[in-house]
């Protein structure tokens, strides 16, 4: 099922949660809702399965308003972060319950419906769990449960607010994988909400960023990461290095230094600017390997996983360049701390005007 999210604007007590959002997911997509915490993803998300209303604007499901039709009339499926289980019933009786509680005239029989939970919870790779009771599962296996609850009543929407992130960093990875997995499966049109950047460049068709109840950008995830709108993409989305300096011929002017841009976005005429570059796409090297490298000092080396992580000193520089290379190359280069090295910032993005992050 298509959802359309039209002009929808929310305030509390003049405080505007939602500012004019417009928004499509297409039939079967896997949708993020990306932002800071308080920029309006929950309000959001309970607008769109009908337990709450906007102040302005509409809802359609598959070319139909549903705005301010409730929750249980709109077959959306819900998964919160805070594990919402039925504490007093166990596995099978969880996810039987949406089905139990139908008026009879809908209700499946008793063999449907144990037919229903069994496949589910195969699903979510469950069924060794019927007999169990919440308290005895890991949180990772709840939040599996949850799912095989919110998919028991055959949603066309499912939603799902962060519903990884009150686990642990290990968990929340394999889970990610596993919903990816499980979503081109069952290609239920879904909307996930997270404020992890990662969570959602690894899982989602499509990424919608939003900041201050607005949608600051939306695009697949290669899109969005390495094309950001503006600043505040760009720096949301994943660490980042940013000199702020005066502009001059399109370059920014960081103490002696002239930043050139790979790319500019922004008015020309501005005075001020900020270059952003990610810490992987500073080169680095021992010898000067072009006009606007910039001398430096190792700092600081870290082991990162497949990387090196560097802190580099710099003269005129308020603070330490970031920069992250790959192994390989970290031990082709022979370098060590306190080595002087070559730096390389014409990958940077400049952004003119005034924008502070
Ligand atoms: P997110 O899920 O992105 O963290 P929310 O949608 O929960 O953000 O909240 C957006 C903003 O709206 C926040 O500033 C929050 O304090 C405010 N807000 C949310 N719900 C209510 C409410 N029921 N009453 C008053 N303010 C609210
Ligand atoms: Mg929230």
Request: hydrophobic share 40%.
């Amino acid at each position: 099922m298509s959802i359309e999210i039209k002009h929808v604007t929310k305030r509390y007590a003049g405080y505007t949660a939602l500012d004019n959002i417009s928004l499509n997911v297409d039939t079967g997509d896997l949708v993020a809702l990306l932002g800071p915490s308080g920029c309006g993803k929950t309000t959001l998300l309970r607008i769109i399965a009908g337990l709450d209303t906007p102040d302005s604007g509409s809802i359609f499901l598959e070319e139909r308003d549903t705005t301010g039709i409730p929750a249980r009339e709109k077959n959306v499926g819900f998964v919160f972060q805070h594990y919402a289980l039925f504490r007093h019933l166990n596995v099978f009786d969880n996810v039987a319950f949406g089905l139990r509680v139908r008026p009879s005239q809908t209700r499946p029989s008793k063999n449907e419906i144990r037919d229903r939970v069994v496949y589910l919870l195969k699903l979510v790779q469950m069924e060794w769990a019927v007999k169990r009771y919440p308290s005895q599962l890991s949180g990772g296996q709840r939040q599996r449960v949850a799912l095989a609850r919110a998919l028991a009543v055959n949603p066309k929407v499912l939603l799902l607010d962060e519903p990884f992130s009150a686990l642990d960093a290990k968990v929340r990875q394999e889970l990610r994988r596993w919903l990816r997995k499980l979503h081109d499966d069952i290609h239920v049109t879904s909307i996930f909400v997270t404020h992890d950047q990662e969570e959602a460049l690894e899982l989602a068709d499509r990424i919608v960023v939003i900041n201050k109840g607005r949608i600051e950008q939306q695009g697949s995830p290669q899109e969005v990461y390495d094309h950001p709108a503006n600043a505040f993409v760009y720096n949301f989305l994943g660490n980042v290095n940013v000199f702020h300096g005066r502009l001059r011929d399109g370059k920014v002017l960081v103490g002696d230094h002239l930043i050139e841009a790979g790319k500019r976005i922004g008015h020309h005429e501005a005075e001020h600017g900020q270059a952003f570059i990610r810490p992987h796409e500073i080169g680095i090297s021992r010898i000067r390997s072009g006009k606007n490298d910039i001398v430096g000092f190792i700092r600081d080396i870290r082991l990162m996983g497949g990387q090196i992580g560097l802190e580099l000193e710099t003269a005129g520089f308020d603070k330490p360049i970031e920069a992250e290379i790959p192994r390989e190359t970290w031990r082709n280069l022979e370098l060590s701390r306190g080595d002087e090295v070559f730096i390389t910032l014409d990958r940077a993005t400049v952004f003119t005007g005034d924008y502070v992050i």
